[in-house]
């Protein structure tokens, strides 16, 4: 089945289950429209469902398309650079360009970045942390479903790798967010109030990270 939205046709892909209760609409990062509903449901019925949803399923795919040509290219702390393909395994940023050999691994040298400004940015915020916590060990690694985790018992911290593609503002705002789990280890109003302490402007990024 496909739909059409704005004159472009996208798959759609419908799984159904006897325990589903609900339809579910989901538009991912493949731009294709997963539909879960019950194994008793037509595909008339679902073809009519995503009819009454249209409005709400093309936002979807707005923000999936967004999401899209934010992650193409290269990018490094919030600026986009084009690409430059030179003889070598080297990478080197210009103003506006990357200048990137043909032999070099785009993600090890991303990996070497990040090691020395994650743990910067993160000995920076655990040193002005208005709370007591322990000092926490770092991991960097590459994620698709979260920026960053705490592990309070192993006192240690993850960060995305991907988060050398995003303005600082963003890796900031996500070391602070895990140093507080080292307080709440949950998302109550006890845990956002000690973020705020901490980053006050913490809303206006995850409101910037959500085209991410």
Not at 4 to 13: A, C, K, P, Q, S
Not at 51 to 77: P, R, V, W
Request: proline fraction near 1%; charged fraction near 30%; hydrophobic fraction near 35%.
């Amino acid at each position: 089945m496909q739909i059409e939205i704005d004159n472009m046709m996208y798959d759609v892909i419908i799984t159904k289950k006897v325990g589903t209760k609900n339809t579910y609409f989901r538009v991912k990062n493949d731009l294709k429209l997963y539909v879960s509903t019950n194994a008793f449901v037509s595909d008339r019925q679902v073809k009519k469902m995503i009819e009454e949803n249209i409005d709400s399923i093309s936002t979807m795919f707005a923000k999936q398309q967004k999401k899209k040509e934010n992650n193409e290219g290269f990018y490094y702390l919030g600026k986009k650079y084009e690409i430059v393909s030179v003889i070598g395994k080297d990478i080197t940023l210009g103003e506006q360009r990357v200048f990137v050999g043909k032999n070099a691994n785009i993600e090890k040298w991303y990996q070497k970045q990040a090691k020395v400004l994650f743990q910067e940015r993160l000995d920076y915020w655990y040193s002005v942390f208005d709370r007591k916590i322990p000092y926490p060990s770092l991991t960097i690694r590459k994620m698709t479903s979260r920026w960053g985790v705490c592990n309070s018992k192993l006192k240690k911290v993850t960060l995305n790798l991907e988060l050398m593609k995003r303005d600082i503002s963003c890796l900031d705002y996500v070391i602070v967010h895990e140093l507080s789990h080292f307080k709440e280890m949950n998302h109550s109003d006890k845990f956002w109030k000690v973020v705020e302490a901490n980053y006050p402007n913490y809303k206006r990024v995850r409101k910037i990270m959500k085209d991410y």
